[in-house]
């Protein structure tokens, strides 16, 4: 160990030039850290308030209009799969709401209350009222409601499919983020458009998934189309390319921010290590002269690497850290309220690797330059 | 007496371009526990000819060999252990590093070596410092000495791998008289307690004198190789 003896008093020997850099590398781990969890955070921010509240793959006859059935097969499949977080069967139907002149047309979607809740957020999503259904009672939506000036408690008369009119209890007010969704949904238990449609316990009109990692639809999608004929299956990443595409292009930016923030510390790094190791061509002659090997000799500036990315990192990880809080703080004092920044820990494990990698990568030229001297070029110069 | 060092045909060549022959043809042995000097004027080749002695430089044709080892066959990491293990340098400029106190330069070929700092060397180390006269400044930096300091200190380095051999480039070019006066006595002293030979570099003849045998190079070439007593006959 006499090599990192060496490198940490070579280090204690410019206390300033060793401190610069050290910050230096703190800084650049703390932006990678702080950007990158920014930017993970606003891209699942901006999942969840676009996906969050809506399926992401919908099982569906092969035929348009027809009702499917929800067999034991299809249901031991679904329940299985780890992926899936929430199954919902649902049966919807076409109603029209009529209020002096003015009409709306409306999609009543009905279900198992658990199940419409794991898929729409119901608890979180009713802003007023209650968003408990009984037989016979309805949410809607917030544009809606306003619309027609409606109230949790209220009494609305709709048309069904086939003319008949229908009298539904208004029990609460939803808001799911999508002002057409707002406008148009209606929720319902699974009974009410069973009645309606005369659908038997296990006939649905659509089966509606969400899973754990949005991006794994489409293959999910396509297992279950393997396993089952007669089934039109669809998801989100086919329906919302829009969306998809601007997710890329949010990764795709946020590596190469990344990307551009490791080279300038690599660059930072390299060229530190590199002065310090013309500044110190005379001690390690010196050391050569007295018998270190050119391999340990250079073994030196591997550690000075090593020695300032441990401690540019672990100052870059706390800074980073600092600043998530810093922004979590002056988020909760703002008025209008910012998405969440979530410290990964992973991704801080990761940054702080990269972080120790970097340095130690950047040591390899003053390492290459050291390991090549010649302690008789010191000795002869005097 | 036995052989420490032979040197046959010895020859160093500088530059493709303009070749430039810094020594040529020197042959000469060197016993356990001699007091020599080499002498010479300035450029004539001497500091080059100790550098091939102690493989700090390679020769372009001839032989070095060190304790029945040939040197001149060895690679760069053989020759370092070799200098390490064999030769202790004590250089004009001294050469001691500023980062570490007086006692870790006395001891850092020993750590090269790979040797534990531990009571046993440390212990050493006091000797050679009382041997030196500086204790009491085991702990100080190296840069806060004087030069006589600084230049025992670098002897002190020379000797805590009991070297069989010393190179000493004008070991005393940066010192006054009284300085000069001590450690000429410190490498007699040092060379009769504890058998090491030397080899002095300097263009002082009067300084020459005070050792055993004198080697003397002109233009490369060695011109002179005559025992003191003989001198003073």
């Known amino acids: 160990m006499l090599s990192l003896h060496i490198a940490a008093r070579f280090l204690k020997k410019s206390p300033i030039q060793s401190l610069l850099i050290v910050a230096g590398i703190s800084v650049g781990i703390a932006v990678q850290i702080f950007v990158g969890s920014l930017i993970a955070s606003l891209q699942s921010y901006l999942i969840d308030q676009t996906l969050g509240s809506s399926p992401h793959v919908t099982i569906a006859a092969s035929k348009e209009g027809e009702s499917i059935k929800y067999e034991d097969k299809l249901q031991k499949i679904l329940k299985k799969d780890k992926r899936i977080t929430a199954i919902l069967p649902q049966r919807t139907l076409s109603i029209l709401y009529r209020k002096g002149s003015e009409s709306a047309p409306l999609s009543l979607k009905g279900g198992d209350p658990k199940s419409l809740n794991s898929i729409y957020r119901l608890s979180k999503n009713v802003t007023k009222g209650s968003f408990k259904l009984t037989d016979n009672s309805i949410l809607v939506g917030k544009e809606f409601a306003k619309s027609f000036n409606i109230s949790p408690g209220d ?134 002269a007295l018998g270190m090997t050119d391999a340990r000799s250079g073994t030196v500036f591997l550690w000075e690497g090593m020695l300032l990315g441990l401690f540019g990192t672990g100052g870059g990880v706390c800074l980073g850290l600092g600043l998530i809080g810093l922004f979590q703080w002056m988020s909760s004092r703002l008025e209008t309220s910012l998405f969440p920044v979530e410290a990964r820990l992973s991704f801080i494990a990761i940054s702080a690797a990269i972080g120790i990698a970097v340095a130690m990568v950047s040591a390899i030229f003053p390492t290459r330059r050291t390991a090549r001297l010649d302690p008789i070029e010191v000795i002869q110069s005097g | 007496m036995d052989e420490l060092l032979t040197t046959d045909g010895l020859k160093k060549i500088y530059g493709t371009v303009l070749p430039t022959t810094a020594v040529e043809n020197v042959s000469f042995s060197l016993s356990q526990g001699e007091f020599v000097s080499l002498i010479g004027q300035s450029g004539s080749g001497k500091s080059t000819l100790l550098n091939l002695v102690g493989l700090l430089d390679t020769p372009t044709s001839g032989k070095v060999i060190l304790e029945g080892k040939e040197a001149h066959k060895m690679g760069r990491k053989e020759r370092a252990n070799l200098r390490n293990k064999l030769i202790g340098f004590i250089f004009q400029f001294h050469y001691l590093l500023p980062e570490f106190s007086v006692l870790e330069n006395i001891l850092m070929p020993s750590l090269i070596g790979g ?58 070019g940066n010192l006054d008289t009284t300085n000069t006066d001590q450690v000429y006595e410190l490498f007699r002293k040092i060379n009769k307690e504890f058998g090491t030979a030397f080899l002095i570099v300097t263009h002082d003849r009067g300084i020459a004198q005070r050792t055993d045998r004198i080697l003397e190079i002109r233009d490369g070439h060695l011109v002179q190789d005559v025992y003191n007593k003989y001198l003073s006959a």
Not at chain 1, 156 to 165: A, C, M, N, Q, Y
Not at chain 1, 182 to 200: E, Y
Not at chain 1, 245 to 260: E, M, N, R, Y
């Open chain 2, 115 to 172: 040797y534990k700092s531990d009571k046993r060397l440390k212990k050493f180390a006091g000797e050679i410092l009382d041997f030196l006269g500086l204790s009491g400044l085991e702990q100080k930096n190296a840069n806060q000495l004087s030069g006589g300091q600084k230049q025992r200190v670098a002897i002190g380095r020379a000797l805590i791998n009991r070297s069989s051999l010393v190179l000493a480039d004008e070991p005393t």
């Open chain 1, 155 to 288: 009494e609305i008369e709709v048309t069904l499919p086939d003319g008949k009119s229908k009298i539904l209890k208004v029990n609460g007010i939803f808001d799911l983020g999508a002002r057409e969704l707002n406008q148009s949904l209606v929720f319902s238990n699974g009974k009410l458009p069973a009645d309606i449609l005369g659908f038997s316990k296990d006939q649905y009109s659509k089966i509606e998934i969400q899973l754990a990692d949005v991006f794994t639809s489409t293959k999910v999608a396509k297992e279950i189309d393997k396993s089952f004929t007669g089934l039109k299956i669809s998801d989100w990443q086919v329906e919302r390319e829009d969306l998809l595409s601007g997710l890329s292009a949010q990764t795709s930016s946020t590596i190469i921010i990344q990307v551009f923030i490791i080279i300038a510390v690599a660059l930072g790094i390299a060229s530190t290590l590199s002065v310090s190791a013309i500044q110190k061509t005379r001690q390690i002659g010196i050391l050569k």
